[in-house]
């Protein structure tokens, strides 16, 4: 069955520093997102990406992150400057028009 | 607004039945899902539902009220393994999902 894969799988790194979340999605998908869910908490929208643009994104969604679709496969999550608070689970998925998401296994990024 | 309500835990036992209720309030409404999560993992797709009635996928079905903002997820013949949190999401839209904060379901031997 396809599967969307998600690099790393646990990311620390000091605060003010800048981290990139990798994710393959399956490939004849239409919709890519990044979803991230604090500990103890609700999974939260983050941003939609449609025919390599943003669709969507949320108010979490501020200047400090960014997606790109660098080469066709690849589906990248960057925080320029991460905070405390950016500690979560970051979930990346796809899907095809009127189907479930297929979430990939996660990155678990901790923030020091 | 988007608000998706569901209760924070429910218990039941091996081999019961359970029913999980979600009631939600989108502006915009694309299709409803159900997801299981295990601790420390990543959701995985239960079920969707886009038309009223009952949708029976094995041990699981979900049914859907468009007009009551109305939602359950039936889990039959219960096993020790689905010991998880359950999550109701609403698609306003096609490119995005909302989650509710999710159902933790305990199971008793």
């Known amino acids: 069955e396809p599967e969307v894969t998600q690099t790393p799988s646990h990311q620390v790194t000091q605060m003010g520093q800048e981290v990139i979340l990798r994710c393959v999605p399956i490939s004849n998908h239409l919709y890519f997102y990044w979803y991230r869910q ?4 609700k999974v939260e929208f983050l941003v939609s990406f449609y025919n390599n643009e943003i669709s969507e994104k949320s108010e979490i969604f ?3 992150f960014s997606v790109e679709r660098p080469d066709g496969s690849n589906f990248t999550l960057k925080i320029r400057s991460t905070k405390l608070e950016d500690s979560a689970m970051y979930f990346c998925a796809s899907f095809p028009l009127g189907a479930g998401y297929t979430f ?3 990155t678990r990024l901790t923030v020091v | 607004g988007q608000n998706i309500d569901q209760p924070t835990e429910m218990t039941a036992t091996e081999g019961a039945i359970v029913q999980i209720n979600c009631t939600y309030q989108t502006s915009g409404f694309n299709g409803l899902f159900w997801y299981q999560q295990h601790a420390g993992e ?3 797709f239960l079920s969707y539902n886009v038309l009223d009635g009952l949708e029976e996928k094995g041990r ?3 049914f859907l009220s468009r007009s009551k903002g109305y939602s359950y997820l039936l ?4 096993q020790m393994k689905d010991s998880a949190s359950y999550l109701c999401a609403v698609g306003p839209r096609d490119d995005k999902i909302i989650f509710g904060k999710g159902t933790r379901l305990h199971i008793l031997p």
């Open chain 1, 38 to 41: 604090i500990l103890g908490q």
């Open chain 1, 62 to 64: 501020d200047d400090q």
């Open chain 1, 104 to 106: 990939g296994s996660g």
């Open chain 2, 42 to 44: 990543a959701p995985t």
């Open chain 2, 60 to 62: 699981f079905s979900s």
């Open chain 2, 75 to 78: 889990l039959k013949e219960l």
